[in-house]
């Protein structure tokens, strides 16, 4: 549920290597007892970015001006306009 991407901000400005939190999910975790479903859930969400336009969506009206309380944006991912936050969920991969 978290994944590190460059934010262009346009004119030439990207903040490189920011950590973001997909708003509103909980993917199941790559360690531990779930490993097999979190790796599968990596996979599937792999896949989906390759498929079209990525684009993540910041904005800084949520707690600590877009970032959570570790530190990391808070974003819905959408690949070719289609929420990849929801449909993570509705696939059951988180």
Do not use: C, M
């Not at 909980?26 to 336009?53: C, H, P, Q």
């Amino acid at each position: 549920d978290t994944i590190v991407a460059d934010l262009q901000l346009g004119l030439g400005v990207v903040l490189a290597g920011q950590y973001i939190r997909f708003y509103g999910i909980d993917a199941w975790e790559i360690t531990g007892e779930n490993k097999e479903k979190g790796l599968g859930a990596k996979d599937y969400f792999v896949k989906r970015l390759a498929e079209g336009e990525v684009i993540i969506g910041i904005w800084p009206e949520w707690e600590r001006d877009g970032k959570d309380s570790f530190g990391r944006w808070l974003g819905i991912v959408y690949v070719d306009g289609v929420n990849i936050n929801t449909e993570l969920v509705e696939k059951g991969q988180a």
